[in-house]
């Protein structure tokens, strides 16, 4: 009984250097080019994206090897990257539904200042799809993290902790690898204060976004659905309370206001219903017995 727990207590600690290794590697990655341009710049862009592509291919190494083998015996590699075709279609569409209804309030502010019909330009897609930044932000940034942090990250850690506890552990990882932005602010001429103020709200808010994110892959089992839900979520940014107070008419104003609680109240009814791990196929991830 002693040995069990000794190789258990072991098991974990590793699998927690093993992911902090993961984080930090993704990191260096970025910055292994000496490049005297901001990450705005093409040659920035272009490099870091030969970057995370070579991380895609290394991080299920981890996963690899971080595994106990008796968990190779219920699935298969694929199956712990989220990668299956069972319950795809749910996972993709219930858990974007899901982001869209927290982003109520947003996504009726856009209605209300017309850039909904900017949506029904075939230019306005043609037009993003040809800027790099574009492919940063909605493909290759939610992909290359979603692959790293939630698929290949996330199924070592429930080796070790309930679903809850894995769930608020994995994305620590995911929101202290985001304060490397600090380096660039300053770079880019921001005061080490500011920019550390900056870095920490960003740690916040993408600690919380990585929990749900967490959440959606254990609960569907598919890296789809974390995917969809972070390029949604960068395509509308951090929702802008002041924009709606800058609004002149009272009713407007209250009226959004009203919208975004609702869509918040919203999401937490159905945050539950929606995931149901049977959905999606999954009698992998949501059980206290992964191993």
Known sequence: MEA???????????TILSCLLLSITYVASLYIWNSPHTREHPSTIKRRFFSVFIMTLISPIFLYYGMNNNVFEKASIWELLGLRWSGLFQATVLPLFLTMVLFLGPLCMQALNGIWRLY???????GSARTLIWWRNQVVAPLSEEWTFRACMLPLLLQCFS??????ICPLFFGV??????????????????????SSFQFAYTTLFGAYAAFLFA?????????????????MGFPDLSEVIAYKDPVKRAGLLCLFVIGLVAWCFLLTPLTNPTWFNNNLF?????L
């Open 4 to 14: 069990t727990e000794r190789n258990k207590e072991f098991l974990c600690i590793s």
């Open 120 to 126: 029904a330009e075939p230019m306005y897609w043609l």
């Open 163 to 168: 679903p809850t506890t894995a769930i608020f």
């Open 177 to 198: 690898a985001h304060f490397h932005h600090v380096v660039e602010r300053t770079k880019m001429g921001m005061k080490l204060k500011h920019a550390i103020i900056l």
């Open 219 to 235: 609960k569907t089992g598919h890296f789809m659905a974390p995917f969809a839900a972070h390029s949604f979520c960068n395509h």
């Open 286 to 290: 949501w059980h206290k017995d992964f």
